[in-house]
Structure formats: structure tokens, C-alpha cells
């Protein structure tokens, strides 16, 4: 006799308004991961009483008539939205709402967001129904939004309005050797921001532009400004010089070592990931930064779909290895956890396997690793008699 076979759903939103019992009962379990779930009274009693496990924070109950719609990409609401009757928006990407908008607004049951919302302070009070898997950026009224991380340049100054409010929901950047300082002054600008950065020689005109709440970080004069993570080579050092302020992460490989004694000054905001024997040289350059994290691997084997890391490749060289943006890690099972700890490094990997005894090492090795460490003992026969025996859907919107 035959097992019953296992449903799995997975999609944004399901509307199970005209589902009927009949329709499930050839399966034995029924697994239902939504961002938002449709039901009626009639519905609701159904779900109830199938063997179902729901995976979803949003439910809602309606009879009315209510037409989802789904935006893949970037979506505004503005003026000349038109919604007829009541929907369920699922966006995924980035909304953004205009103001006066907020009679379109109400014309969502429901919104989905698989990405930002940026808004203005009037519009909050309607995001109520918002089911949102990113941030809300609230813009203050009366500002003119820039990107996140902004930067102030002499063509933005021959653009800007005098006395314009300007809103950056990130940083201001103001280091651009051209800017006109009697300019920046006679424009009047102010700032809405969480940080400015800016060229030691503007920090008086720089003051003026935001309020005592925002943070204020000077870059001192000769350093150069790195607006991302970088590694530490010749073109880095080339492009920006030897005295480095980096608004980021720094890492440093073999090839890194002899460009040390270069560096003259160093700041890093967030993490510096070295290898172990360049510590003692990278400490007498008395840089500042966020953290350090050590790492393994003169060798490096990144962008790969299927890899494979047995004892040749971690003792090709003698710095070990470093697996970086791997979909499927397979680690050989004769590989021994102590060489393992002392050779491999592993940052973002999809899925590793590896056997019982190597689990802990490969822990400590591995940086987001997107699914949990399984056994090489898993059977491959059960996982395919598994897969026979499961439906599995996926769709951006459902009807049960």
C-alpha cells in the first residue's frame, strides 16, 4: 500500500477562498509557506482540520472580491495610480509612495514588500497593512530625497536650490577637492542624515550643513577616502595612495604581504581578514579598525557551483585554502578535522557537506553557510523516494 504523497507550496500570497476539502485529501501532509494567506469563514474551517503545518505571519480574512497584484521590479505609488477595486499588492523590490496619495492607499487590503519602502513622515499612518521584508525610509517633509549615500560634488552645487533641505537616509559625502567652499556657503544647504564624512579642510563649512545630532567624521588632510570594502594590492595602493580611510572592509591575501611596509596611515571601519603569519607586520602600522578576523588560504577558489576539497587541494599550497561563493562544498571524507581547522577557510557557501567527525571543524572554518551542514551518510535513494512522494509548487500567488 502506497503512502500518501506530501504537498509543498511555496508562494507569496494563496488565496484558499474556494478550496474545498476534496481537493487536499490525497495527501498526507500539506506544508503551506506564504507571506500572506487569503481565507474565509468557510475556508478557515477547512484549514483547520487538514493535517497542514501554515508557515505564515499574515492572514486575511475576506469575503470581498480582492485582486492580488504582483510587481516584479522596482513600484511607485503616486497620483496617477489607478486601483479599481480592493487589492493585495506584492512588490518585489522597492516601493516608493508620493504624498497625497493616500486614497489609493486605501485601496490595499494588504501590501507585500520584498524590499525597501521609502515614504514620506505624512504617509506612515497608512503603511499599517504593510507586510514588509526589508526597511521603511521615512522621508521628513519639505526635504528633497538624494541616494542613500550621497556625494557632494561641484556639479551638485551648481544644481542645488539655496536653503534647500536634503535628505539622505545613509551618509553625506563632502571630500571633493574641487568643491568651491564660498559656494557650499552661499548656498544655504541643510543636511538630513545620519552621518557626515568630510575633507578636514571643509569641517567649518561642514557644520553649518547639519544639526548636532548627526555623526561627524573627518577625514585628516593627505588621506584618501575608499567609499567601499577593498583588498589591499598594487591598485588599490596605486589608485589612492598609502595613507587609506576605508569606509568598509579590508582584506589581505599572500600577494598582500610585501605592500605592508607601504602603508603610512590606515583606518578601516569595519573588519580586517588577514592571514596569520602577516599579523606581526600589519600591527607595527598601528591602524585603527573594527575588528580583525584571521584567515586561511594563499589559494583561492571562488564563484564555483560544485566544489570539491580534499588533501591535494589544501596542501597545493602551503597558505591552505579559501573556498569563497560556492553553491555545493563537498569535503572529502579522509580529509581530517585538524588539517581541516588548519588549512580551509570557507566564506559563503550554499550547502556543505561533510561527515559526522569533520562537522566541528567545518563549523569553525565556515562563515554563512547557507544551509545547515549535513552528512555525507545521507542516502541518495531516500532523498530521491523523498522527492517522488512530495508536490512541490512554487508561485508568486496560488489559488487552493
Known sequence: MFEKKTFVLNC????????TAESLQQYGQIILNAELVLVN???????????????????????????????????EINGDTAVERSSVLCVNGSLRIAPGTENVLKKFKAMIVNGNIRCPQSMMPYLAQMHVNGYTVSIPEDCIELDSAFTVDRYFLLRARKGGQYYADEKVILIDPQIDAEKLMAKELRFLTKKLITAEKYVEEACTLID????????PEGWSYVSDSAELNEALLQKYGTSLWIDGDLTLYAASTPLLPQIQNLHVEGTVELMQEQTEAFGKLNAEYGDMRIIKGGRIIENGTFVTVDEKALLKDPNGLTVRNCAVLTIAKELDPELIMEKLCVR??????CTPEQRGAVSVVCRHAGMTIQDHSVNPMEIAKNLLSTKVINAEQYIL
Do not use: H, W
Not at 507569496?12 to 478550496?19: I, N
Not at 548636532?212 to 577625514?219: A, R
Open 41 to 75: 469563514e468557510k475556508s478557515r474551517a477547512i484549514l483547520n482540520a487538514l493535517p497542514m503545518v501554515m508557515n505564515t505571519q499574515n492572514i486575511l480574512e475576506t469575503d470581498e472580491d480582492v485582486e492580488v497584484v504582483t510587481v516584479n521590479g522596482n513600484y
Open 12 to 19: 507569496e500570497v494563496c488565496d484558499t477562498r474556494k478550496m
Open 212 to 219: 548636532e545630532t548627526v555623526k561627524l567624521t573627518v577625514i
Open 348 to 353: 559563503n557557501a550554499g550547502v556543505v557537506f
